[in-house]
Each structure stands twice: as C-alpha cells, then as structure tokens.
C-alpha cells in the first residue's frame, strides 16, 4: 500500500506548488497576474511622507512634468488655478506617452500641515477612491490600458480657506511583461491657489473712509478699510480745487487702517476737499480746518 499511495502523495503535493507558483510566480514561463491592475493601495503618490509605485514596481522614478497631463476644470469647462469653497471640479489625469499599460495614484493636501484637502469620488468604471483620513484616486482594471485616452476624477475643495493645496501624482507606464520590472514611475506635484481676499470679502466688503481735523495738532485723521496691501497717495484741495497738499503716505495694510497727515501751518481756515487714493481707487471726505 505504501508504494501506491506514496506517489499519489508526491503528486498532490507537485500539483499544489504549481499552483501556488501560478499565482505568485511569473518565471520558467508560469503565468503571474500583474500588481494593483486594479489600483494600488493608499499613500503610493510620492506625497511628504508617502511612497511611491516603486514600494511594488521596480522600475524607475523619473520627473513627471511633461508625462502627467494634469488639469482641472469647473462646470463650465474652464481651466482652474484657484479652487472656491466647497465647488466641485473635475480633475483629468492623462499619459504623453499613452503606454499600452499603465496605472496612477493622485491625492490632494494642505500646503500648511500636509493633510487631506477637500474629498475625492471616482468615475465609474474609469476611476476608484480608496484611503480613509487621506483619499486617493486610482485607474481601474477597466482603465489600465491605451484605450483610455485620460482619467477623470471629482475633487470638492475645502469649505473654508486652508491656503494652497498641492496635488500629488504617481503614473506607472508599464512594460507589459507580466511582472513587477523594468516599469517607469512619473511623479508630479500641481499646485491650486486658495480664493483670494477679494473672492472671499467682495460680498460683505463694505469700504468706508472717514477724515477729521484735529487743531491742536493740525493734523488729519484718516480712517479707512482696504481689502488688498495698496498704496495711499492723498491730494487735499480748497474749494476752487486748488492742490494746497500732495503726499505718498505708503501702503495700506488689509483691513482697517489709520493713517495721520500734518497740514501747512500757513493753510487758511475753511473747508477743504481731502481726495484719498487707494491705488487707483478715490476717496473722498470734506473737512473744516479752523
């Protein structure tokens, strides 16, 4: 009996290897499925802190300005550089090269501390999101191939203004044969600004700008608010509109600014017209000097 059930045995146990081997081996010719055709697991997008494709693939990392055709899009179809808060965009991904097979991971993160900006959600059947504090975009096992001409994802930005955010990409332009060698790794980095002041305030911005003489010290008081660092140049005429002041007083900070300007000893009593010019903005208050 123990010859006959030995080789049965051996046998079992040779059948078993091959198909082990078939699932996790690519030499002596036995067939092995190719690494995340699916998208790979989090943090492979060369972010601070992250690696990067080549933690599976041992290929290359090389600059991937030129090779990772990064951009995004507002409803309209209008190339963004500035994201507002809480919009949703389209975000599109494609290859120079377009390599018979291929593969990305992209996020996005605060410049200031490196953590999760925004949300992202995948495209059916072109795109997958996967990660939890920190969400990561991927190619799917539908998308890793020529045919797919870009990848396109949604991005929802921030609901409040954390400054500029950096999206960090990783592309895999894949050989094709089957393992984990000889594929090229593109990293790049693309920065969106955050909203300026002006998109921020224009709506509850409100200027004032407020003059009064003080005789004791033949001064006046300007009161005024800015929404941008400007220059303030102040020209104060009588009422013939006469110049009898021309001054540069410097750059206005942004917010409420105070500013003192000292008038002729010699100036007569009487009212006057003080012109504050914000940049190229005028401003204007009538004071009485006596």
């Not at 992250?50 to 507002?74: L, P, R, V, Y």
């Not at 925004?118 to 997958?128: A, I, Y």
């Not at 998308?143 to 409040?160: E, L, M, Y």
Request: hydrophobic residues 35%; charged residues 10%; contains cysteine.
């Amino acid at each position: 009996m123990k010859k006959i059930i030995l080789p049965l045995i051996f046998f079992s146990a040779s059948a078993t290897l091959v198909a082990f081997r078939s699932d996790f081996n690519s030499i002596n010719g036995v067939h092995k499925s190719p690494y995340n055709s699916g998208g790979s697991t989090a943090g492979r997008t060369g972010a601070p802190g992250e690696q990067n494709c080549t933690s599976c693939h041992s290929g290359s990392t090389q600059a991937g300005t030129t090779e990772n055709q990064f951009n995004i899009f507002d409803a309209n179809n209008n190339l963004v550089t500035a994201y507002t808060l809480g919009t949703s965009y389209t975000v599109t991904l494609g290859m120079a090269s377009n390599p018979a097979k291929k593969g990305f991971q992209a996020t996005v993160l605060k410049t200031s501390d490196n953590t999760m900006a925004g949300d992202f959600t995948g495209l059916s059947g072109n795109t997958s999101v996967n990660g939890s504090a920190k969400k990561y975009a991927n190619h799917t096992s539908q998308s890793n191939t020529s045919a797919t001409s870009a990848w396109a994802w949604t991005w929802t930005a921030p609901t409040t203004n954390v400054g500029d955010v950096k999206f960090y990409v990783a592309s895999n332009k894949a050989n094709g044969n089957g393992q984990d060698s000889g594929d090229q790794i593109y990293l790049s980095q693309h920065v969106i600004s955050a909203p300026s002041t002006s998109s921020i305030n224009e709506n509850i911005y409100k200027p004032f700008f407020k003059a009064a003489y003080n005789s004791e010290k033949n001064t006046i008081l300007l009161n005024f608010n800015s929404l941008k660092a400007d220059k303030i140049h102040v020209n104060i005429v009588d009422l013939t509109g006469k110049s009898v002041l021309v001054k540069n007083i410097g750059i206005a900070k942004i917010g409420e600014n105070t500013e003192f300007v000292s008038l002729p000893s010699t100036l007569p009593s009487g009212y006057y017209i003080v012109n504050m010019f914000l940049n190229n903005t005028p401003l204007t208050a009538k004071i009485l000097v006596q």
